[in-house]
């Protein structure tokens, strides 16, 4: 009875895998009842689900439609949704080889799919008279990469939209926040076909390279992990934070620069 978030219901997308796990994770221990959605479940998301705190909803939020049917599964409740669907492939051709398709496709992805689910989990939230909506987006909001030029524009979008709605629904009791994490140990980094593998690919070098020189670039000298974001995202979905609002919280070990 004593969790932070006993009794509250919790949206996460993109929550299979790293951080949207993690996120699944640290909800359920806070003591909330998370609906999970991803278009595929993992051994680790499964096990989750078995515990009993959560339950998985397979989804492609490339799919307007699919953003209705995740909400549809909290059952009219919503008090904490988190946003983390995502992709960042590596543009090593350079800008002329992004196609329409490309940018659709990441745009759609990135900022697209957030707005969807929080149309669809707002009038709830509106109702309650009170919610926290937490969107994972990037440094590279604030630190645009031409390696991620259209997943850079796709984030910046996500930290604008979450601002400007922060403006509307404050006054109604509805916080609206984002996490912009820097590089984090998970799939999109470190996978075989991940930022590391692909950047090597391209530049001749190792993928141990490319992460040691991304790390290097941070002031801590490593990556964030995922349960380090599933922290930051807790503390903004709790009670702790229930006067930070419109707030872009960055996570990055001092990978932008702070002189």
Do not use: C
């Amino acid at each position: 009875m004593n969790s932070p978030l006993h009794g509250r219901t919790a949206v996460v997308s993109g929550a299979s895998k790293g951080i949207g796990l993690a996120i699944v994770e640290a909800l359920a221990r806070a003591g909330a009842t998370v609906i999970a959605g991803s278009r595929t479940s993992t051994p680790e998301l499964e096990a989750l689900v078995e515990d009993g705190a959560v339950t998985w909803v397979s989804v492609d939020l490339s799919d307007p439609q699919d953003a209705e049917r995740l909400v549809h599964e909290a059952e009219g409740r919503v008090d904490v949704l988190v946003n983390n669907v995502g992709a960042a492939p590596a543009r090593t051709s350079g800008f002329l080889s992004v196609t329409d398709a490309d940018w659709q496709h990441i745009l759609n992805l990135n900022l697209l799919s957030a707005v969807r689910v929080t149309r669809a989990v707002l009038p709830l939230m509106l109702q309650a008279g009170q919610g926290s909506i937490i969107t994972v987006a990037s440094v590279n909001a604030t630190l645009p990469d031409p390696l991620v030029i259209d997943y850079s524009a796709g984030k910046a979008a996500v930290v604008a939209f979450s601002k400007a709605l922060s403006k509307e629904v404050g006054p109604k009791g509805i916080r609206v926040n984002t996490v912009s994490p820097g590089p984090v140990q998970t799939d999109l980094w470190l996978a075989q076909d991940g930022v590391a593998a692909t950047v090597s690919a391209a530049a001749g070098i190792t993928p141990a390279d490319v992460i040691a020189q991304a790390a290097g670039s941070t002031a801590t000298g490593r990556f964030s992990t995922p349960a380090e974001v599933a922290d930051l995202v807790l503390f903004l979905a709790g009670d702790q934070a229930r006067n930070i609002t419109g707030s872009d919280m960055v996570i990055d070990g001092g990978f932008i620069p702070t002189w």
